[in-house]
């Protein structure tokens, strides 16, 4: 079904939103209005990987304390040929070689222990199999904060989350096919 990106991501937004404040943590948003008027997608895929993506964030920050940055930003902005959006918080990070292995299903990081956080490590995998799905792209980067003078296993990273969606999906081999 046919819907706007913007309205799909501050849906998700205020999902967790309370979430974030009990954890002192800001969510902030910055979108850029789409130039089309819907994007052609399956806006429950889409909405299930776009709240899979924002509760990690969440989840996955240090909670309010000491002198890190307790935000999580959701960005978004057109492109010639769809729209990327950007989820990115600071905490409990992702080592260079877990980067492709996050969207495996059933993989959890080697940080997560840090905040105690639970979770089944399939959040990623739909992710990016629901994007994918669209013809979309995701993919994540994260790196310590801070010069290797006093960082600790708690010195927080900067991790993000891209995801590239065109604004007409692939038509599908059924499709083609007639």
């Known amino acids: ?49 776009l709240r899979n993506v924002i509760e990690n964030a969440v989840k996955y920050s240090y909670r309010g304390a000491e002198q890190r940055p307790r935000e999580v930003l959701v ?20 080592d260079e070689d877990e980067l492709e292995r996050i969207f495996e299903a059933g993989y959890q990081g080697r940080h997560k222990a840090l905040e105690s956080v639970t979770g089944s490590g399939m959040g990623l995998a739909l992710v990016k199999q629901y994007i994918e799905w669209h013809g979309g792209r995701v993919w994540a980067k994260s790196h310590r904060l801070g010069d290797s003078k006093g960082v600790t296993p708690r010195t927080p990273y900067l991790t993000q989350i891209w995801i590239r969606l065109p604004f007409q999906p692939p038509k599908k081999q059924e499709e083609e096919s007639r």
């Open 1 to 49: 079904h046919p819907d706007r990106l913007e309205r799909l991501v501050r849906r998700c937004v205020k999902v967790y939103r309370s979430r974030a404040e009990l954890r002192q943590i800001q969510l902030r948003v910055e979108l850029d209005r789409e130039d089309k008027k819907d994007f052609q997608v399956s806006a429950w895929h889409i909405e299930a990987a």
């Open 75 to 94: 960005q978004g902005r057109v492109l010639s040929d769809g729209y990327e959006l950007l989820v990115e918080n600071y905490g409990v990070g992702i």
